[in-house]
């Protein structure tokens, strides 16, 4: 069982008032050293099997068709999501690697 | 300029409308192969200079803290963001490698 991972944003020109909120709120507990906070949405699909170059395809059209908004949004990232992550996902653990 | 990514994912046992909406409406679009759509929120943390361990120990106390109710949700992911991903970001253009 395979999954796909779709990442939209708000346009950087877009204002994000739940970004501000959450930059506002960082110092107030403490959190020092973040200059800017942007809140987006992260989509995953899950597919029968492993994940083909044809579920991939349809993925990015459902992307830019479905899940996005491109008057104000952009698709920022289309990809497998590794099994490794995934089973972290599923635990409840965090995974804490650089993309 | 640096910036950490938090990805935030409703726990599995906990209902998720949104995405069983996206999910009823893949097929009506047209786009069959999917089992499943899990819609969680992503959160992009933009530092001054580059990213540290301590704006990273940072982030991930902050993804418990304020960006995740971890009664509902868990946190997936903190990760740097890397900078050809971010100017793509930035440029509007979608990122497709795998992660």
Known sequence: M???VVD???K???LDPQGQAVAGALPRLGFDGFTDVRQGKR???TVDGDVTDEHLAAAREAA???LSNPVIEDVVAVHVLD???AAAEGSGEAEDGEQ
């Open 83 to 85: 099994e490794q992550a």
């Open 2 to 4: 395979g999954s796909i």
């Open 12 to 14: 950087p020109e877009i």
């Open 64 to 66: 830019e068709k479905l």
């Open 43 to 45: 989509f995953v699909l």
């Open 8 to 10: 939209v944003m708000l």
